[in-house]
């Protein structure tokens, strides 16, 4: 079911034909952390992703791990990390990986090749990051700025996102989804754009002017998503606010 409904958000992102932007202004992007700070649920985990393409000169095995060394004292992070090498057919990844007690950071420099048509190799390279916070959103703010720095310094194109995920201790139907979707969404002053709201499937896009990044969907702005879902497991309903969109597994 979580695979399910990750693919139909992608779909419904790649219908709308969405495009990544920000806005030049000065905004609040702290509001999105204080909007989540809801006595009525906890704050399991924050989740900053930095996603991009290096533009910098082709790094081999060495120099791309270099630069992960080199983003990683950009986070803090000095020793005590893993660093593994995997291949797989045209795909290459160098995975630098740090455990703390209530952290884990993953960054990976990948390499893809493939054949051109006048049998010359085509050959692109990624960065990403991802660092997980447990039980807290206190610090995502300050990681998601440091990740905008590092796209900015070392020759990558991309974008970066925050995702805060919720635990309510029960399962909500859609009226009391309904409630808590329009306290959080008042807290950012978001204007609903896009909706999908069933048991299924219930997912909100919005747009609000506090928040820098946003997402062109025709041309209507995006840059705040919410998202429920119930986890019969435990019992429970997640809730995921997410900025400009969720890239979250769930």
Known sequence: MKKIMVF???AIW???GISYLREQR?????????????????????????DGEYN????????????????????????DYELIQNREEQRGEI??????????????????????????????????AEI???????????????????????????EVTLSLVGKYPKKLNIEERNAIAKDLLDKLEAKIMTEQRSDELYVIYGYSKFISEYKRVG????????????????????????????????
């Open 56 to 79: 910098g000169e082709y790094l081999g095995t060495e120099g791309a791990k270099a630069l992960l060394a080199q983003i990683a004292t950009q986070l803090g992070i000095n020793e």
């Open 95 to 128: 995975i630098l990986t740090k455990e703390a007690k209530r952290a884990r950071t993953t960054l990976k420099f990948i390499t893809m090749e493939n054949a051109a048509n006048d049998n010359a190799l085509n050959v692109k390279q990624y960065v990403t």
């Open 26 to 50: 000065i905004v609040d992007d702290s509001k999105i952390v204080e909007a989540f700070s809801q006595p009525e649920f906890s704050n399991e985990e924050s989740t900053i992703s930095m």
């Open 132 to 158: 997980k916070l447990l039980d807290t959103a206190d610090c995502a703010l300050a990681y998601r700025n440091m990740l905008e720095e590092i796209l900015k310094n070392n020759q990558v194109s991309g």
């Open 219 to 250: 041309n209507e702005k995006i840059n705040v998503s919410l998202a429920m879902n119930y986890n019969e497991s435990e019992n429970s309903t997640n809730i995921y606010l997410s900025t400009p969109l969720i890239h979250e597994d769930y």
């Open 8 to 10: 139909l958000i992608v």
């Open 14 to 16: 790649t219908f709308l």
